[in-house]
DNA sequence: ATGGGGCTGCTTTTT
DNA sequence: GCAGCCCCAT
């Protein structure tokens, strides 16, 4: 290589480094490595989407660009010197990105690039984020197979339904029907839910699927123990439960959601032609929060990513100490061996992302400290340019309540000095029992909050109900559906009759609906033929109509001439409730509408069984959320609570029963949970607690004894003795409840606790002065506790509310 | 068919 | 402690 060409190749690099400068090194890295499988290691908070987008857009516009060789066989001196000096040149990065453009090598179009994430809100997110990245053109964004592991393969088995087996219109059932069918089979089996329950049943039919064996491998490789069944006779009725399971859901013209991702792998495997036509359009395929994925979705992304001569364009992210779904099927293990698993040409490269934009130092500190105790992972190391930042605050309640009231009380406080708004605090629990404690303590309070993970709001029964009505007019074989609402509203159709029409649809291997429709031929059904076959008259009479009207007018027609809407309607004030969120699913449908090309119903449905609830987490109200730390991932808040950092909690007691494995998951989850934390971090651990009705003394978790004890503000306690503690201020409880000042005292020792001030007391439309906010009018005065909360309006920034005993003011 | 009483069991959640 | 479920009585 000459002197010419060597310079030519660092001022391309230099000007590629120049417009990612707002990417570290490290991020650089993954955007320019594009050909080869990939997999970056993303530390909490260390800008793993950020990578994601940056690089589709770089695969986009420059192809290989950066590490790609060539030279252009003319280039002179004088090209290189101007290259050179636009280094430095004065250029906005639009510019920039322009004179790039220069240097594409292939660059990709956007339909053959595939995203693949777990959720929704991450897909939509990616899609956003290229969106903006590409202002000019909408159509990139829109191009982009960017979606969920599920939607991804329904948009392959929409197309290739017959091949699997499935006629169009088929259903998908959630988690809730297909414990209905389980429990269905399991009856029809014989075998009592004690020795084999159909959670466990299906748990294990789940996993099996995860691991790509059907029913009928699954019945070979009975002596295969991989999935820890404890005996040989509990494997062999998994199995007859298992391909039992599958000829109702088949019979039903129906899917779970482990279905989708299984039929669509099995469909590439085994179908040459179908894989070779996916494989030639896909070029790049990027694969989110992979530590969660399974080995059916590890064989579905090695596939489509799959070039030919052996290569593999597959860039996988994520973090194997933030893996803490294996209970729904995440196999650690993927991403472990990941590089090892991909054989290919170039080999497999791993990039570290550990410099973190999150939390202060001390709060990686902590973390880092945790999961260094965790054998089975990778070793990453997490740091920020961040400098300072507040030792982690322990608290130690008495119990449970006494925890509330401490979290309410610190947030009262930073709230009313005008540290903090009430949405930068995060309560993140363990197990949602923990949650009526923590929610009591803050409905007593004037703190704003919202639970998450509540009812979903299509988990209601009326919508679940009239889904089934929507799914039956759609899939006339949809057996779980049409069971819910058959005699939904009442329509004299009981078990017996329902017991005849199952016996003969089994005998003649056909549908319940088809039976029904024929009634009158069946001596068994004489007595009740004309009402069944009024209920296949009334969904066949709306299913020919379907197609002559919009889709909201249908809704609405099916609440009409099913009597659902009348029934609701007879039950009374109380069902209004359900009336209106009736009316919220027609609204629903109404959105639909108006984002699709062509509306049709079994779109509707499909996309209605894949996507859950629309955005539940609304950060924009200024309210103190609540919720579980699996939710949490993922999400970051400026000040966090872990209450419940107890063993028998956290880990929880039968994780420590199940073994070493399971306790680092659980590891893995106190690290998700303490780098959520951007600024502070709040561990408390109550002296007893009750849960599930029992009250138990609970040692600190193991976890806060391995974060080291200088990162550490202590409350001033020595060792527990069964729960004993030591008790450092006395505390003295308001009327309503509150422990003013004293639960946060004990937070604060090692600090000079806040000067007990003489309080002078103010009356509404007295002007006050604030040392902070300046002058202002005093609003109301609230008793609260010995405290008293004041609300002022001050001239300049506002309305605050602090309490009396902090807010430092004086009389004008 | 419906509702009340007693019993069990019970991390974590998205698709 | 409580929700959800089964069973039995009406």
């Not at 291997?509 to 009024?534: C, N, P, Q």
């Not at 027609?557 to 609701?568: A, C, F």
């Not at 950092?645 to 420590?656: A, K, L, S």
């Amino acid at each position: 290589m000459t002197d010419i060409q060597k310079r030519y190749l660092t001022a391309k690099r230099a000007l590629f480094d120049r417009y990612y400068a707002r990417l570290n090194e490290r991020q650089r890295e993954a955007v320019y490595h594009i050909n080869g499988p990939l997999l970056i290691l993303a530390g909490a908070g260390s800008g793993k989407t950020t990578v994601l987008v940056e690089r589709i857009a770089y695969i986009i516009r420059y192809g290989d660009a950066y590490r790609n060789n060539a030279v252009p066989f003319d280039i002179g001196e004088r090209d290189v010197t101007a290259l050179e000096h636009a280094a430095t040149a004065d250029m906005s990065r639009e510019e920039l990105g322009a004179l790039l453009g220069q240097f594409a090598v292939d660059p990709c179009p956007p339909w053959r690039i595939l995203a693949i994430t777990f959720t929704n809100k991450a897909a939509g997110e990616i899609k956003a984020r290229i969106a903006a990245a590409f202002p000019q053109d909408e159509t990139v964004s829109r191009d982009i197979w960017a979606g969920t592991f599920h939607s991804v393969c329904m948009r392959i088995l929409r197309r290739y339904t017959a091949e699997v087996g499935l006629q169009a219109g088929f259903s998908v059932y959630d988690t809730d029907d297909a414990k209905k069918a389980m429990t269905a089979v399991l009856k029809d089996l014989n075998i009592d839910e004690k020795v084999l329950s159909a959670k466990s049943a299906l748990a294990a039919v789940s996993r099996a699927k995860d691991h790509l064996i059907g029913p009928e491998e699954f019945e070979m490789q009975i002596e295969n123990d991989d999935f820890g069944f404890v005996d040989d006779y509990r494997k062999k009725q998994i199995a007859k439960v298992y391909s039992a399971y599958q000829t109702r859901l088949r019979r039903s013209n129906a899917l779970d959601f482990d279905d989708i991702i299984f039929y669509a792998t099995r469909l590439l495997q085994q179908n040459e032609g179908i894989c070779a036509l996916y494989q030639n359009q896909f070029r790049y395929v990027l694969v989110d929060e992979y530590q969660d994925t399974n080995y059916a979705q590890f064989e579905l992304t090695r596939i489509l990513s799959q070039m030919p001569r052996e290569t593999y364009n597959l860039m996988v992210v994520g973090d194997d100490d933030q893996s803490i779904y294996k209970f729904r099927g995440a196999d650690i293990k993927i991403i472990l061996g990941f590089t090892e698993k991909i054989k290919s040409t170039p080999k497999a490269e791993i990039i570290r992302l550990e410099q973190n934009y999150r939390s202060t130092q001390p709060i990686l500190d902590a973390a880092n400290a945790v999961i260094a105790h965790n054998e089975t992972r990778r070793p990453k190391t997490l740091w920020t340019e961040r400098r300072g930042g507040s030792r982690i605050h322990v608290l130690n309640p008495k119990d449970q309540n006494e925890e509330a009231r401490a979290i309410v009380d610190i947030i009262q406080q930073k709230v009313a000095n005008g540290e903090n708004h009430y949405r930068d605090f995060a309560v993140l629990f363990r197990v949602n029992a923990q949650s009526n404690a923590l929610e009591q303590g803050f409905a007593r309070s004037a703190v704003p909050y919202r639970m998450l993970g509540g009812v979903r709001f299509s988990d209601r029964k009326e919508i679940r109900d009239l889904v089934a009505y929507l799914q039956v007019i759609n899939n006339h074989a949809d057996r779980e559906r049409l069971l819910r609402i058959i005699n939904e509203p009442r329509r004299k159709i009981g078990d017996k009759t329902l017991a005849a029409v199952a016996e003969i649809a089994e005998a003649e291997h056909t549908t319940l609906f088809e039976v029904m429709a024929r009634a009158d031929r069946y001596i068994a059904l004489a007595r009740s033929a004309d009402t069944l076959k009024g209920f296949t008259a009334l969904i066949e009479g709306l299913s020919a109509d379907l197609p002559y009207a919009k889709l909201d007018e249908f809704v609405e027609e099916v609440l009409d001439r099913t009597g659902y809407r009348q029934m609701i309607k007879d039950a009374g004030e109380t069902e209004a409730e359900r009336l209106d969120n009736l009316e919220e699913f027609v609204s629903n449908v109404k959105e639909y509408m108006n984002g699709a090309e062509a509306p049709t119903l079994t779109e509707f449905l499909e996309i209605n069984a894949l996507v859950a609830d629309v955005d539940r987490y609304d950060d924009t109200a200024d309210a103190v959320v609540l919720m579980t730390i699996h939710s949490a991932k993922g999400l970051e808040f400026p000040q966090v609570f872990l209450p419940g950092f107890e063993e028998g909690i956290f880990p929880g007691m039968q994780t420590v029963m199940a073994g070493p494995a399971e306790l680092e998951e659980e590891r893995r989850l106190a690290y998700v949970a303490i780098t959520r934390a951007k600024d502070e971090l709040y561990i408390a651990h109550a002296a007893s607690r009750m849960l599930y009705g029992r009250t138990m003394p609970n040692p600190p978790s193991r976890f806060l004894d391995e974060i080291p004890p200088e990162l550490l503000q202590q409350p001033k306690t020595t060792k527990y003795a069964h729960g004993e503690t030591a008790q450092a201020a006395p505390r003295r409880y308001g009327k309503t409840g509150f422990s003013a000042p004293g639960a946060a005292e004990r937070i604060t020792v090692g600090r000079p606790a806040p000067a007990a001030r003489p309080t002078v007391t103010f009356a509404p439309g007295d002007r006050v002065h604030h040392n902070n906010f300046g002058d202002g009018l005093v609003l109301s005065v609230q008793r609260m506790g010995a405290d008293y909360l004041y609300e002022i309006a001050f001239d300049t920034v506002g309305t605050k509310r602090m309490m009396a005993t902090y807010a430092k003011l004086t009389k004008l």
